[in-house]
């Protein structure tokens, strides 16, 4: 046998028991390269949000935002009943006798969560209840103008944004485009003082939430 061939065949080997002990250790959960794993990471990996209209659904079924989170980790994704080839595709998530389901369009941060099977289009407002990790997943355009109304708005950096979004902001959905056919555009909605509101369009943009536009009274940026 030669050299390459004992390689190949060592490497085989290491491989197959590290596979085996991978999922003898943590079990579905640790295979992220499993078809069900690479969804449910994909949903971790997006802004999780509940529409308003799911609120009280999610509570009568007893799920939180910390146990949704792990709702999602242990749950098996049917991929029978999801819709998977669509631009508004959703995946049908199941863990004991609760079924769950999640949107992952196409270019974008978002993830909405619904208790039964999501409408092709979504309208009302959702809050967005958990973010992915990482202090630097807001940018501002940095035009001058943008930046100037950030300032003014009180907030010294994107950091500040994204610690204010985290507090109390919602998406808009009737102000949102997910069907453009070039980059799906959120409308956020957040306040910095009672009954002060502030609107963001964004677009997701090398794995950050892309502040394109604020709106704030009469001044459009």
Request: charged residues 30%; glycine residues 6%.
């Amino acid at each position: 046998m030669s050299n390459l061939g004992r390689r190949l065949r060592y490497y085989g080997i290491g491989f197959g028991f590290g596979t085996l002990f991978v999922i003898m250790f943590f079990g579905a959960r640790g295979c992220s390269w499993t078809p069900g794993n690479r969804v449910k990471t994909a949903i971790l990996q997006r802004v999780i949000v509940v529409p308003s209209a799911q609120e009280a659904n999610l509570k009568s079924k007893q799920i939180s935002s910390k146990s949704l989170i792990d709702f999602i980790a242990d749950a098996d994704v049917d991929f029978k009943h999801s819709k998977k080839q669509n631009p508004n595709k959703f995946y049908k998530l199941t863990k004991d006798k609760t079924t769950l389901y999640f949107t992952l369009p196409n270019d974008s941060y978002v993830s909405s969560v619904f208790t039964s099977r999501p409408k092709e289009k979504q309208t009302g407002k959702a809050k967005l209840i958990r973010f992915p990790d990482g202090k630097d997943l807001i940018f501002t355009d940095t035009n001058g103008s943008m930046q100037r109304l950030r300032v003014e708005l009180g907030f010294k950096d994107d950091r500040s944004i994204l610690k204010q979004l985290k507090k109390n902001a919602c998406l808009n959905y009737d102000k949102s485009d997910f069907l453009t056919t070039i980059k799906p555009e959120h409308y956020l909605e957040f306040e910095i003082k009672k009954g002060d509101t502030v609107g963001a369009i964004s677009v997701w943009y090398k794995d950050k939430i892309n502040i394109t536009k604020y709106i704030y009274k009469d001044t459009l940026q």
